[in-house]
């Protein structure tokens, strides 16, 4: 590291320097301050390795529902109050917000295990020798490796002339890797708060494994299919019901939830959590709005139990706010600690797809969906794969195939490019609308 990040009583008295300075009605601080080091592999070498330095405070000043913010990377006192006038200018120029709320009261936070020393006092040498297995098993293999592992130490806080004060240090590492053969291709990725926790030698084994399978791939017809979803699929196809959670476009009427609160959903052996202080999950202590993360139910077997209300609507609604649904937890009642293999094996026959890729909003009063397969789609018959198949496009919408599922696993980690991090199980469907089969 450049310089050690800023403790919590350097944020402390960042804070104190702008609270002490305000004009305004109410001021609000928040602050990060982030090391990110990232080595990046292409054509089977390393391709670039960076580091960089964000530190960023924001400054939100409110004159009864007006309200201006203004930051800076600049953490001296001059900066900090020159930060804060600008913040007060825009805010006195500023029209009303009618959703305007004035800063949290002070809030009792929980203890998240965000930070791992494993992580934080990693060198670029021990990433070096990290990454070097994952390039010789590509091109052992005949295969191109591309992809990035990184790590990062980063400290948050936030304050405000109410009383309300946070501070947290967490660390997170990530690996990905595509491996790509002339008509095929395998990847994997993972995030966690521990670099050692990556699981990076299984991972590229499985990346490389799905490439080799892969090749010369089958194009089977468009139609409906049961399906095997590895957790990053389960993860693009679930990810727009955690946003259908909110409360203010359920009232409004345009949720594809509308009216369905403490109705089922989903499978009645799916249960749908938030563990904020899950180890395997990326937890946070407070929400962007400062509100205390905790345990919570969203769906329980199947049925809509709970919603997102920010605090603009919890107060319309005359009920307590709720954190944002960060850190889920999908789990099967009737699930076995068994893997992805064994589903496989006791398939007759299905689509086992790994990812998919480039998600797009088809219908939102019914959350249907459109994407498409990506680095590992094959063809299952009698409990084996027997070869790779061209990728599909598929349209079809959560609440629609998550309602009869036929068989999980345990959650397991799951992260993707267009999702956050997740505990998911793979899941295997009796029926998965592919609607049209690419050319690749």
């Known amino acids: 590291m450049t310089a050690p990040l800023a403790s919590k009583a350097a944020f402390q008295r960042i804070a104190d320097t702008i609270l002490s300075s305000s004009q305004a009605e109410h001021t609000s601080v928040s602050f990060t301050d982030s090391e990110s ?4 592999l292409a054509n089977n070498q390393v391709a670039q390795n960076v580091s960089v330095r964000e530190p960023n405070v924001s400054i939100r000043a409110a004159f009864g529902k007006k309200h201006g913010s203004a930051s800076t990377n600049r953490l001296d006192s001059n ?8 913040a007060e200018t825009i805010a006195r120029l500023a029209p009303e917000d009618r959703e305007y709320l004035p800063p949290l009261p002070p809030q009792n936070y929980i203890d998240v295990p965000s930070y791992r020393k494993s992580t934080a006092a990693t060198t670029p040498a021990e990433v070096a020798r990290k990454a070097r297995p994952v390039i010789e098993q590509c091109d052992k293999n005949g295969l191109v490796g591309a992809g990035i592992l990184s790590h990062s130490i980063s400290a948050r806080g936030l304050a405000a ?15 990905s890797l595509t491996a790509t053969a002339g008509d ?22 499985r990346a490389v494994e799905k490439a080799v399978a892969s090749k010369e791939p089958r194009e089977l017809a468009a139609g409906h299919y049961p399906v095997i979803l590895e957790p990053a699929a389960v993860a693009g196809v679930f990810g727009p019901l955690m946003f259908a959670l909110n409360a203010k476009s359920y009232f409004k009427g345009d949720s594809a939830l509308a009216g369905k609160l403490d109705s089922q959903i989903l499978d009645n052996r799916l249960t749908l959590r938030t563990d904020p202080a899950n180890r395997d999950l990326l937890g946070e202590p407070f929400d962007q709005a400062g509100l205390a993360t905790r345990p919570m139910v969203w ?18 609604r005359g009920v307590e706010p709720t954190p944002f649904p960060s850190a889920p937890v999908l789990s099967f009642s009737a699930a076995q600690p068994r893997s992805i293999d064994d589903l496989i094996a006791e398939t007759k026959r299905a689509i086992l797809i790994t990812n998919f890729w480039y998600i797009r909003s088809v219908d939102p009063t019914d959350l249907t969906i459109t ?50 991090k997740m505990m998911l199980p793979a899941i295997r469907l009796p029926d998965f609308h592919l609607s049209s089969v690419t050319k690749f």
């Open 37 to 40: 080091s990232t080595l990046r």
């Open 79 to 86: 900066s900090l109050v020159e930060t804060l006038r600008r």
């Open 161 to 175: 002339s109410s009383g309300l004060f946070g501070y947290s240090q967490s660390t997170e590492a990530e690996f």
């Open 184 to 205: 095929s291709s395998g990847w994997t990725y993972n995030s966690h708060r521990d670099i050692d926790a990556l699981d990076i030698a299984r991972r590229t084994n």
């Open 299 to 316: 769906v329980e077997n199947g049925v809509l139990k709970q919603l997102y209300f920010d605090r603009f609507t919890a107060q319309e």
């Open 371 to 420: 994407g498409m397969t990506r680095d590992g789609t094959f063809l299952v018959e009698d409990g084996k794969i027997v070869a790779g198949v061209k990728n599909f496009r598929f349209h079809d919408s959560p609440l629609r195939c998550f309602a009869n599922v036929e068989a999980a696993t345990q959650p397991m980690e799951s992260i993707t490019m267009e999702r956050g």
